[in-house]
């Protein structure tokens, strides 16, 4: 195989990888699918790596990728621990809604390509509740911690 | 086996700062009430020591070797500070140098200040005076301070304040004794402003510390000033270079530099002395020190700091001997200063006051001693600092121990005829009046007889002497007269108790009233004891300073030996000031209402204290105040707007930025990328060679 | 040569075009073309690099380099961020056999392990438990969609660029050349020990990188856990304590 031109087509591919992550990241609002597209250039990244590696019989590209590896695992720990907080603060997984983050007197991001008509693709059916109702846990509900 | 004097020298001021220590550590949260034990202990400790070391540097003066000017040793601890070729130029007073190698001393001079304490018969006898007074001062405070909230803290204040002072005096090098200068006078300016929450305590302290700057700042420019003209600013010979009051200058005169720069010298130095020993005109801080509890002003503003000026003049008399100028300077001011004084002291109704103005009298008095410039004037000079300063600390804590049982109450108009609720008191403070008044032979008496005849004996040489002779006669009068109007007006007349003493005002405890025994014992017999038994000018003319054979040379005789008819004469002004006050205070009242009718304007005179403080805040504060304003208004409005001005800057700039912060975070990694897109383009496209 | 740039923008700017039109922009239409304008760019980028000289390498390169790039394009694009989660398998298994392709086993093998298996599996498992019922309006939506799609792809044309640019410079004889031959590669990392060799490198040169690696982990698990335990605290007194 000519190894200068396997480098090549591998740095292309790594290239479009990462490219492709980018856009994901930018313009998806769904933070899940956003930490997708960052997994994806880090994908990207690692091809670069190992074509590198191989392009210069050196096992440094494939040990970066292995800790590469590693890092991700944390990061995708992490980020999923602070989407879940996220979620749970704010009840919904768009990212906009942390735009009330910004700084003073700046105008809010609005989404404009709402069509007023929007619907759902798919109307999940809906189950009827079965079944006793459960006792809300008083002491659970009038609890503070602070006072 | 008894410690060398060596041992002693450091013991002394090592065991108050100890004491310090424990107590500032400790003090709070462990001793609480019984901070005063470590330091009176330190003190005790001190004053054995002193005593000790006081007997051997009797011995070891008396049996000096003859070639040696006076008597002295020094102890080098460390060295503290060396620049090496620091002056570079010798003037020819430097050409002296030990054992007369006068050719071979070295082109430039280092600058080289090690810290070396001395010993000899005016620091031995400093000492030992310092020590007990604190001593006794100490365990007075130990009754009269009882209960205070800041027991612990005004313990170690003292334990400092007698390690600051101990230190002045055994220093040998000016920088050193500069700089226990300033320690005495921070102690002085905690120990005045203790009571902090006070307003006036605070003003007062920081009164005396800025009248004090004023001192500092001229005995500053004399340090330098002699550091140029000697090359050096140690006592002793150290090193292989002549100290100022070494042996080599001493043998020989001529090695002093006289004319202008002696003169400039000396009158620094006097600044220096009027700042800390509140002479005119920088005496004013004084009367505002009685702030400060009264065993601090016994201790501090009586006994012992506020004759450090006297001290370092003494120390300095060869310096004073080349320049007669600064001599006459010395005299009158120590007389205007004791005029002033006991004008002053007349009228004032509050006790402390009255003690206060007497003793910028008496400091007054010593340095119309030291003026004089004979041996028997500075003997008798450091005469009457040492009596004065047993029967100024009886008076204090004696005028402390009415305080004590009156609530509080100084003025003398308020309460009156205490002597029989306070008999020990009433006894003791009339010792202490009769010693001030100079009755015989009470200690008083000894010494202001002995500056007084010594400046009749100048006047043989020099007439004008003879108006001090007289006026000093006249203040005199002046003292015996204020004395007893303050002790009748206290002690007797109709008893009267102010309603802050309480219903059963009462004697104070008897660790106040020992310490006031003691001190009233030693002011009856110090004086005749020293000067018949024990000759104190005779022991303290052999400190190097004073053995100078030009103060010899000047007088023939020591002042002491005769005098009978200055002696009869002192009694006599002194006995009829005491009947004249006792004509005015123990009558009734009418005499003294009719007197200061007819002597109106001068009542008023000294009923406001010949408005000094007046003068000086139209002189002084007022144009300073109106500077500091203006300076305020500037660096406020103008230097604050300017600096405010730069600082909107930073806002404006991050306002045009601030559009940026969506709060979006693909936003943020967009700007990213587009940057680094920007930068990867710029880098292939840029143009290389 | 000098059509090079001409081609490789043009390509750029398909795929911008392809990228904006497949994106999720509310009720829009137009995907399909743009999955037309993508294909055509990738074709387009395809077309620029030089084959590896055998046939079958050159179609085994090329499967696996489309299914990588074109499922992380679905990943990215689809509306339903489930199906996204299952594209970006895909992806991963494509990039997976690249790295087969080249000889790196083990990682080729982890990739599959640790991304599809447990990565890609905990996302999806957040998804499922974070999802609202139906599909949210935001999944429906992009935030600057056009930005998005130009920015992307001018950075894979910068790239793309840069790399043919050196690669197939004006003069031959700069371009760069392995300075390996194959039989040195067989004694180097395609050795037939790989896993051996592999793990001697590992424990050997990077042994303070796998010790810190280490660490991080356990930081990382120490923080989820941390982070997660906040949720369950009640949210009030939080709030008004920093007033």
Redesign the interface.
């Known amino acids: 195989m000519d190894e200068s031109a396997l480098l090549e087509n591998y740095l292309i591919v790594g290239a479009l990888l990462f490219g492709t992550g980018l856009v994901g990241f930018f313009s998806r609002r769904n933070m899940i699918v956003m930490f997708l597209s960052a997994e994806m250039m880090l994908q990207g990244v690692s091809v670069n790596l190992v074509a590198w590696g191989r392009y210069h019989n050196d096992w440094g590209g494939q040990m970066l990728v292995i800790f590469i590896l590693t890092v991700a695992a944390c990061e995708a720990a992490i980020a999923l621990a602070v989407v879940l907080t996220l979620f749970h603060k704010s009840g919904s997984l768009d990212i906009a809604i942390w735009q009330r983050m910004r700084e003073e007197n700046q105008p809010a991001y609005v989404d404009r390509d709402v069509s007023p008509d929007y619907q759902p693709d798919h109307q999940w059916p809906k189950l009827t509740p079965s079944g006793i109702e459960p006792k809300p846990d008083l002491e659970e509900i009038t609890h503070r911690a602070h006072v | 086996m008894t410690p060398g004097i060596p041992t002693l020298l450091i013991l002394i001021p090592a065991l108050p700062l100890t004491a310090t220590i424990v107590t500032a550590v400790f003090g709070r949260s462990a001793l609480k009430q019984n901070s005063h034990r470590p330091v009176v202990l330190a003190l005790l400790g001190s004053f054995v020591a002193s005593l000790m070391m006081l007997a051997q540097v009797r011995q070891e003066s008396e049996a000096k070797p003859s070639q040696m000017v006076g008597w002295e040793t020094s102890v080098d601890l460390w060295n503290w500070a060396e620049v090496p070729n620091a002056l570079n130029t010798p003037p020819a007073a430097h050409s002296a140098s030990v054992q007369g190698i006068e050719h071979g001393l070295p082109a430039a001079l280092p600058f080289r200040i090690d810290l070396t304490l001395r010993a000899d018969a005016l620091t031995s006898i400093m000492l030992a005076m310092v020590t007990f007074i604190s001593l006794l001062v100490a365990i007075y405070a130990s009754g009269y301070m009882h209960g205070d909230r800041g027991y612990w803290r005004f313990f170690s204040y003292i334990g400092l304040f007698v390690f600051s002072m101990t230190m002045l005096v055994s220093a040998s090098n000016f920088v050193l004794l500069y700089v226990f200068w300033e320690a005495v006078g921070l102690c002085s300016y905690l120990l005045i402003g203790f009571w902090y929450e006070k307003p006036e305590a605070a003003a007062a302290g920081k009164k005396a510390f800025l009248v004090n700057r004023i001192g500092d700042f001229g005995f500053a420019l004399a340090l330098f000033l002699m550091w140029t003209t000697y090359g050096t600013l140690n006592f002793h010979d150290a090193h292989g270079i002549a100290g100022i009051l070494g042996q080599t200058r001493l043998a020989d005169p001529e090695l002093y530099v006289g004319g202008g720069v002696a003169t400039a010298i000396c009158l620094l130095l006097m600044l220096g002395a009027c700042g800390k020993s509140a002479q005119f005109p920088l005496h004013i801080w004084l009367p505002d020190a009685m702030e400060g509890p009264t065993p601090v002003s016994a201790l501090i503003h009586a006994a012992t700091m506020v004759t450090a000026g006297v001290y370092m003049v003494t120390r300095c008399t060869p310096l004073f001997m080349v320049s007669p100028d600064a001599q006459h300077v010395v005299a009158l001011v120590g007389f205007v200063t004791a005029a002033i004084g006991g004008v002053i002291a007349m009228t004032q109704t509050d006790l402390k006051r009255v003690l206060a103005y007497s003793t910028i009298s008496q400091l007054g008095y010593m340095f119309l001693g030291l003026g004089v410039a004979t041996l028997g004037g500075i003997t008798s000079g450091m005469f009457h600092l040492f009596t004065h300063a047993f029967f100024k600390a009886l008076l204090f804590l004696g005028a402390g121990s009415v305080m004590h049982a009156m609530g509080g109450v100084v003025d003398m108009r308020r309460f009156g005829g205490l002597r029989r609720l306070m008999p020990t008191t009433h006894w003791t403070f009339l010792f202490g009046c009769l010693a001030l008044a100079g009755v015989i032979p009470f200690a008083g008496f000894w010494s202001k007889d002995a500056i007084i005849a010594a400046v009749q004996e100048r006047a043989h040489d020099e007439p004008e002497f003879l108006y001090l002779y007289w006026g000093a006669l006249v203040v005199a009068f002046l003292t015996s007269v204020y004395t007893f109007r303050a002790f009748f007006m206290t002690f007797y007349g109709s008893e009267r108790v102010p309603y802050e003493a309480g219903p059963n005002a009462h004697e104070s405890p008897t660790s106040m009233t020992v310490p006031l025994t003691i001190l009233a014992a030693c002011a009856l017999v110090v004086g005749a004891y020293f000067e018949r038994t024990e000759g104190f000018a005779e022991f303290i003319k052999l400190t190097p300073s004073l053995a100078y054979e030009v103060v010899n040379s000047k007088n023939v005789e020591i002042v002491s030996q005769s005098h009978t008819l200055v002696g009869a004469i002192s009694t006599l002004v002194a006995l009829t000031g005491m009947g004249l006050a006792a004509f005015l205070y123990l009558g009734d009242e009418s005499q003294v209402a009719l007197l200061t009718r007819l002597l109106m304007p001068l009542y008023l005179l000294s009923h406001g204290k010949l408005f000094f403080d007046q003068i000086y805040n139209v002189l002084f504060v007022w144009p300073l105040w109106t500077l500091a304003q203006a300076s305020y208004w500037i660096d406020r409005v103008l230097i604050d707007g300017l600096v405010d001005l730069v600082g909107r800057i930073p806002p404006k700039l991050a306002a045009l930025l ?2 940026l ?7 943020y ?2 700007a990213m ?2 940057g ?2 920007i930068l ?2 710029t880098l ?1 496209t840029w143009p290389t060679h | 040569m000098n059509d090079v740039p001409i081609v490789i923008g043009s390509a750029t700017l398909l795929l911008a075009a392809g990228m904006w039109l497949m994106l999720p922009r509310g009720a829009a239409a137009g995907r399909s073309f743009g999955t037309l304008l993508v294909a055509i760019s990738l074709g387009l980028f395809a077309s620029q690099v030089p084959r590896l000289g055998n046939w079958v390498n050159d179609s085994v390169f090329l499967i696996l380099a489309a299914v990588a790039v074109l499922s992380a394009v679905a990943t990215v694009t689809f509306r339903n961020p489930v199906y996204s989660a299952i594209w970006f398998g895909l992806s991963l298994l494509g990039t997976a056999g690249l790295f087969l392709f080249q000889g790196a086993q083990f990682l080729g093998v982890a990739t599959i392990v640790v991304y599809a298996g447990a990565i890609l599996v905990t996302f999806l498992f957040v998804l499922m438990l974070a999802q609202p019922e139906g599909q949210a309006f935001y999944d429906r939506l992009s935030w600057g969609a056009r930005l998005s799609a130009l920015t992307g792809a001018l950075v894979v044309g910068v790239l793309t660029l840069t790399v043919v640019s050196v690669f197939q410079g004006p003069a031959v004889e700069d371009r760069p050349q392995s300075p390996f031959s194959k039989v040195a590669l067989d004694d180097g990392i395609l050795a037939d020990q790989h896993m051996a060799n592999l793990g001697a490198q590992l424990f050997s040169k990077n042994l303070v990188a796998v010790e810190v690696a280490g660490t991080l982990l356990l930081v990382a698990l120490v923080g989820t856990v941390a982070i997660v335990a906040q949720i369950h605290k009640p949210a009030g007194g939080r709030e008004r304590s920093h007033g």
Not at chain 2, 661 to 667: E, H, L, N, R, S
């Open positions: 601030r559009p912060q969506t709060g979006m975070v693909q936003f990694a967009l990328v587009w680094v897109v990867i383009f292939l």
